[in-house]
């Protein structure tokens, strides 16, 4: 076997070259297709970016107006896709997962074998899936799509049975464009991966949609949502960001995994929410956002001032949507409205390099076992246990614990009634070398602790044993006397 | 950042570690859960396999009762999701897709959030949409799962309306053990990836079936029958293979990009193919097929001597389930059905010691561009 680099979250390794975006995580910059974001978002219309992403080029008119019309005519869903929406509505099911179930039945009644018009039924379709499921779930009947309104228009109509205003329609557009493409985020690397095995684009857009869900994804945005909301009620900002961070210790919008600066996107929608609010900084809601956001900054760079910890664009779209009186619980779909695209143009791409995506594992199970016959399996509570051969796993579990660092974190872990950040851990343990404090933490995962969004915590079995070692009559108790 | 190496398959990067299966290609030995896929093979019943993946250990017999009574549990789906696989079989829609559309909507009608349920629930819903679909589609009315019935059994069950023979059954049954976890494979990857974000199983499971149906990932072993059954009707199955040979085209069911060995599951399953075929009529069909082997295997080893075109699991998996009467548009589906127990223990493996996969992106497009106003484009 060829020796392989074991990197778990890839943040290391690039696995396809793109002339789709790009990135500047230490400037602050980023492109698409060669063009500053912040001048897509200022002139372009959506469709536009779209056609760029899927072309390379801006569209003369002609081209422009043929695409829209193909996004019109992908755009009609048949009534056993709106049945499943309505059924979703019915069930409480969250718009991301209905969306899931819209795309994923999307190929249905749609006769065009050709890859390329797939891709444009993905983009056409996630709006009207979107507004369906918002109109059942009020209890009213969805609103067909016209096809004399353009793409962010269509949405906004289907949403609310009447034209929409030409601001909020510029707002929302503009939020499409400055999230429309990103690099390979994990739903955009969903979509490649389903890409890479030759599959077709309604695949890759469900699985997408599927990896946008997640709370470390696409989840962040509602998680502003809620908090800015939480702050509307005049609380004071510092108190506030102070009692978050001392609590449960998130605080969602800030810290993108590849700036280093301001997410250059924030200043984008921020500008936009502004415009929407009508004269500067006049809603309360803006208002208090960047207060807040002010007064976080501080906290941040006197707290960790080697972090860069700054703004997304999560956090000032969630304020952007808010003014344009999006229901919040459509966030989230929303940004998938915008991506799809994205998804599309890297499907495309993935999909052109003919590159199978096929990572390698590092096997940490058990070694070579036997069949034992079902009579003879033994657990706890059976009448015969079984002999010392069949207990070497046991053991090598047991003595994974006997040394005194991973008794120190697994105890750290225990004090605490919330998940800890593995910077709080280190904090609090004694082990100042970190290669040495990694090593041991590492061991311990998995069958004693685990690592969640949240953070690290004791598993079942992991706190079982330290309830038993801090037990008063138990262990620690006796051996610290 | 400027001179960032480029792995485009990420062959040689290991992204996650697992318990579950481990591959040793020049060895040609798969193990999952600890075990050689030739002793889990032949002795698990499927939902064995599943919990051993699930637990990293072999059910007591108690433990294994109630988990074929939960997950049995889990088969129904609701009257939107007949409506929408009714749909796709009207319009013949490929089985994939429908299979996409009915996980997709699995959560419908199964109000459960617990990851440990969802992958229950995944596991016992793939036959019943696989079957409801096939039954459609064959303008015949779908078949109700019978709790009483395993897994495996209930699943011919309701493709066919009768309750299956018992050979079949074990057939079957060893099939579906033999391919239930294969290493990071694409669709196994992407399910990992959609779960990396913390997201829930079904939209994992989801992803995972869509990437399978690409030509380029294996389970689709549709091909090696159409061969077989051309190369038999021929009579003369060396001149086929040297007119495949001549014309330059491929013969399916040989070389894998793991293994340089013959497939350790084409053994298993032809052995698994041998004892079901001794049994039943068509006994002179499986005769020919190890001729056919022999011969291309040979032919293969003078024609390409540089590669190691030996046997691999797709081979032998069209030979059983051709036997077992599985429609062979309905392989890949059946592949799935299997590889459903990989799809979701990896998920809660990584869902368990979980870091968002985000990996990097080399730009080569265009730079310093600015915009133009339609008009003067």
């Not at chain 1, 992908?74 to 309505?86: E, H, K, M």
């Not at chain 1, 009213?140 to 799509?145: L, S, Y």
């Not at chain 1, 004269?279 to 309360?284: G, I």
């Not at chain 2, 093979?41 to 396999?49: D, Q």
Request: glycine share 8%.
């Amino acid at each position: 076997m060829t020796p392989s680099v074991f990197d778990p979250g890839l943040s290391f390794t690039a696995v396809a070259e793109t002339g789709l975006s790009e990135i500047d995580g230490d400037t602050g910059e980023f492109r698409i297709q060669g063009f500053e974001i912040e001048d897509l978002a200022e002139n372009a219309a959506y469709e536009e970016v779209v056609w760029l992403l899927f072309n390379g080029r801006l569209p003369t008119d002609n081209e422009l107006a043929t695409f829209t019309n193909e996004l019109s005519s992908a755009r009609s869903l048949t009534d056993t896709i709106y049945s499943l929406i309505q059924e979703g509505a019915e069930e409480g099911v969250p718009a991301i997962d209905t969306l899931r179930m819209g795309l994923g039945a999307g190929s249905l009644s749609f006769d065009s074998e050709d890859t390329l018009m797939a891709t444009r039924r993905v983009v056409a379709i996630c709006p009207p899936i979107i507004a369906a499921y918002w109109r059942y779930r009020q209890g009213r009947e969805p609103i067909q799509p016209r096809d004399d309104l353009t793409h962010t228009e269509n949405f906004l109509y289907m949403l609310s049975g009447v034209e929409p205003a030409a601001s909020t329609v510029k707002g929302l557009e503009t939020y499409l464009i400055t999230i429309i493409e990103h690099g390979l985020n994990a739903s955009t690397f969903a979509a490649r991966i389903i890409g890479s095995t030759g599959s077709d684009p309604f695949s890759a857009a469900t699985g997408a949609v599927g990896a946008l869900k997640g709370p470390r994804h696409g989840g962040a945005l509602k998680r502003v949502s809620e908090m800015l909301t939480g702050l509307d009620n005049g609380t004071d900002p510092a108190t506030f960001v102070q009692e978050r961070l001392e609590g449960d210790g998130s605080f969602p919008g800030f810290g993108h995994i590849v700036y280093n600066t301001r997410d250059p996107r924030a200043e984008i929608v921020e500008q936009a929410a502004e415009r929407v609010g009508g004269k500067q900084d006049s809603t309360p809601f803006l208002r208090n956002a960047r207060q807040l956001e002010a007064v976080a900054a501080e906290y941040f760079t006197e707290q960790y001032p080697k972090r860069q910890l700054h703004v997304t664009v999560d956090y000032y779209a969630a304020v952007l949507l808010s003014e344009l009186d999006i229901p919040p619980e459509l966030f989230t779909a929303i940004f998938a409205i915008g991506r799809s695209a994205g998804w599309m143009a890297h499907y495309l791409e993935q999909l052109e390099s003919e590159t199978l995506l096929r990572p390698r594992t590092r096997y940490v199970g058990p070694d070579e076992r036997s069949w034992i016959s079902r009579s003879d399996r033994f657990v706890a509570g059976d009448s015969s246990p079984p002999s010392s051969t069949d207990l070497k796993g046991i053991s090598s579990i047991l003595g994974t614990l006997s040394e005194p660092a991973r008794l120190e974190i697994s105890l750290i872990l225990y004090e605490s009634a919330e998940p800890l950040s593995y910077s709080s851990i280190r904090a609090q343990s004694s082990i100042e070398d970190k290669g040495r404090f990694n090593y041991h933490l590492r061991k311990l995962r998995r069958i004693y602790i685990t690592n969640t969004a949240a953070g690290y915590s004791l598993t079942d079995t992991g706190r079982k044993v330290v309830e038993m070692l801090v037990d008063d009559e138990q262990l620690l108790a006796q051996t610290i006397e | 950042m400027g001179n960032q190496e480029l792995h485009r398959g990420l062959e040689g990067i290991a992204v996650a570690e697992t318990r579950l299966s481990t591959i040793d290609g020049e060895a040609g030995e798969l193990s999952i859960g600890g075990y050689p896929v030739a002793e889990l093979a032949k002795n698990a019943i499927y939902e064995e396999s599943v919990f051993l993946l699930f637990n990293n250990r072999l059910p007591t017999k108690s433990e294994l009762e109630s988990f074929c009574t939960e997950l049995a549990g889990y088969r129904n789906i609701s009257t939107e999701v007949k409506q929408v696989l009714r749909r796709a079989a009207r319009e013949n829609a490929d089985p994939m897709d429908a299979l996409r559309m009915g996980v997709a909507a699995a959560n419908l009608g199964c109000d459960v959030t617990e990851s440990t349920e969802l992958a229950k629930r995944l596991v016992s819903v793939i036959p019943t949409i696989v079957t409801t679909y096939w039954r459609y589609r064959s303008g015949k009315e779908p078949v109700d799962p019978r709790e009483d019935l395993g897994h495996t059994a209930n699943y011919l069950y309701m493709l066919s309306g009768e309750e299956p023979d018992p050979e079949a059954v074990r057939g079957l049954e060893t099939y579906l053990n033999t391919v239930v976890d294969h290493g990071l494979n694409a669709s196994t990857f992407v399910a990992r990836s959609i779960a990396s974000s913390d997201s829930d199983l079904v939209s994992a499971v989801t992803g995972a079936v869509g990437s399978l149906k690409g030509s380029l990932h294996g389970g689709a072993p549709g091909p090696v029958l159409e061969m077989l059954l051309t190369a038999d009707d021929s009579g003369d199955p060396e001149g086929y293979v040297q007119e495949k040979l001549d014309s330059g085209e491929r013969l399916m069911g040989f070389g894998h990009r793991v293994y340089q060995t013959r497939d350790p599951r084409a053994e298993v399953l032809s052995h698994a193919a041998e004892r079901f075929y001794s049994g039943s009529d068509d006994r002179a069909f499986f005769g020919f097929v190890e001729e056919f082997e022999e011969t291309v295997v040979s032919r293969l080893a003078d024609h390409r001597p540089d590669r190691n075109l030996d046997t691999n699991v797709e081979f032998y998996t069209a030979v059983l389930l051709h036997g077992v009467d599985i429609p062979r548009e309905l392989f890949t589906t059946t592949f799935a059905m299997s590889r459903v127990g990989g799809w979701t223990a990896h998920c809660l493996e990584q869902l368990a010691d979980n870091k968002i996969i985000r990996p990097l992106s080399i730009y080569t497009g265009d730079r310093g561009r600015s915009w133009t106003p339609v008009d003067s484009r």
